[in-house]
């Protein structure tokens, strides 16, 4: 069954801004610590940012500190990802994937993956 | 920042191979460690959580083994459905890193 469910990439300009979102179909959304990773064209994958279950822990890595902003709705069983300033090196598919395990510092289960291509 | 190295970049293997992957750490992450497959244009799926734990469906010909900083992950018999690229995952610390991949190619 199809849990987490990406949207809102698309093609930007340098310099622009761009949200993407991440609807869940888990009936316990709001107790759950949520990540967004992503994967550069032909490359590894890049853990982004990380958000406890009442939004009032964030990490982020250094490479996004400053530009990107997670957040997220429990009401709406979403996640979100604001991305500004973006770059070319931001071009990537972005998955949003929840916290597992106890404690909850695994990935399980992932999204599809949204495309975010950053170019003039 | 934990480093996380994974070798070899890639393998070539046969059906029914034992296919072995190594990760190292930069530095002791105790068992927090965790494996994840990734098929071309699939999202990543978890196969194995502190270091040797199995994933519930994941097959049992899959295991892993290691603490502190050195881990494997073998692959006791392989199957078709297992030629994919496969990641590290450290959970010690913030910011959570991956190591690079390692693409296990029909030989």
């Known amino acids: 069954e199809v849990q987490l469910v990406e949207s809102g990439g698309g093609l930007v300009q340098p310099g622009g801004s761009l949200r993407l979102s991440c609807a869940d179909s888990?009936?316990?959304?709001?107790?759950?610590?949520m990540n967004w990773v992503r994967q550069a064209p032909g490359k590894g994958l890049e853990w982004l940012s990380y958000?406890?279950?009442?939004?009032?822990?964030?990490y982020y890595a250094d490479s996004v500190k400053g530009r990107f902003t997670i957040s997220r709705d429990n009401a709406k069983n979403s996640l979100y990802l604001q991305m500004n300033s973006l770059r070319d090196e931001d071009t990537a598919v972005y998955y949003c994937?929840?916290?597992?395990?106890?404690?909850?510092?695994?990935?399980?289960?992932w999204g599809q993956g949204t495309l975010v291509t950053v170019s003039s | 920042d934990i480093q996380m190295t994974q070798s070899p970049s890639s393998v070539s293997a046969s059906v029914g191979d034992r296919v072995t992957i190594t990760c190292r750490a930069s530095?002791?992450?105790?068992?927090?460690l965790a494996w994840y497959q990734q098929k071309p244009g699939k999202a990543p799926k978890l196969l194995i959580y502190?270091?040797?734990n199995l994933q519930n469906g994941v097959p049992p010909r899959f295991s892993g083994s290691g603490s502190g900083t050195d881990f494997t992950l073998t692959i006791s018999s392989l199957q078709p459905e297992d030629f994919a690229t496969y990641y590290c995952?450290?959970?010690?610390?913030?910011?959570?890193?991956f190591g690079q991949g390692t693409k296990v190619e029909i030989k």
């Open positions: 958000i406890n279950s009442g939004s009032s822990i964030t």
């Open positions: 888990v009936f316990s959304f709001s107790t759950y610590t």
């Open positions: 995952q450290q959970a010690k610390s913030f910011p959570r890193t």
């Open positions: 994937a929840r916290g597992s395990g106890r404690p909850e510092v695994w990935f399980d289960p």
């Open positions: 502190t270091a040797s």
């Open positions: 530095q002791g992450i105790d068992t927090w």
